[in-house]
């Protein structure tokens, strides 16, 4: 099977879409390079580190958000079980850990292939839906983290549904 390659030109670069998004929306933002644009967040639980880069070789657009937390040695292995449980439940994006920092962070891309362009809706979706991962989730990393909960624990005291206010 032989593959065509055709060159294509973009009219806007794809992180020049997402500076012009954080613009409108006021997020504090820094321009780190052509390629790449980092976006702070306030969550509920955590402040979230957001950073866009444009990969070029494969007409992506990859987004990492991560957040404050660090993982202890000892607790690898149980944070490792609790991704794959959390993993296993999202339709777009996964979580990793960073072993050598201990950071947690969401990751997911958007495939841009031919020459398509992004539009500020499919970036704000693909912000949005990271950072309602990270919200839905961030408080089971703590509990296994701090509270020494085993994953499946973790992540069954932060799914529970709840009724009304208090």
Request: contains cysteine; hydrophobic residues 45%.
């Amino acid at each position: 099977m032989n593959l065509v390659e055709i060159e294509t030109t973009r009219d806007l670069h794809p992180v020049d879409v997402i500076e012009q998004v954080a613009h409108n929306n006021d997020w504090a933002f820094e321009r780190t390079g052509d390629d790449e644009i980092a976006i702070s967040v306030s969550g509920t639980w955590s402040d979230y580190h957001v950073s866009f880069s444009w990969m070029e070789d494969y007409e992506a657009l990859h987004l990492a958000c991560a957040f404050d937390i660090k993982v202890p040695d000892t607790r690898v292995l149980e944070v490792m079980r609790l991704l794959s449980l959390i993993n296993e439940q999202l339709l777009f994006g996964h979580f990793d850990l960073w072993e050598q920092e201990g950071a947690i962070m969401f990751r997911q891309s958007l495939l841009l292939a031919g020459g398509a362009e992004p539009t500020s809706q499919q970036v704000e979706v693909l912000l949005t839906s990271a950072l309602e991962a990270c919200e839905c989730y961030f408080q089971s990393f703590q509990f296994v983290v701090w509270s020494g909960m085993n994953g499946r624990e973790a992540l069954d005291s932060v799914l529970f549904e709840t009724v009304g206010t208090a």
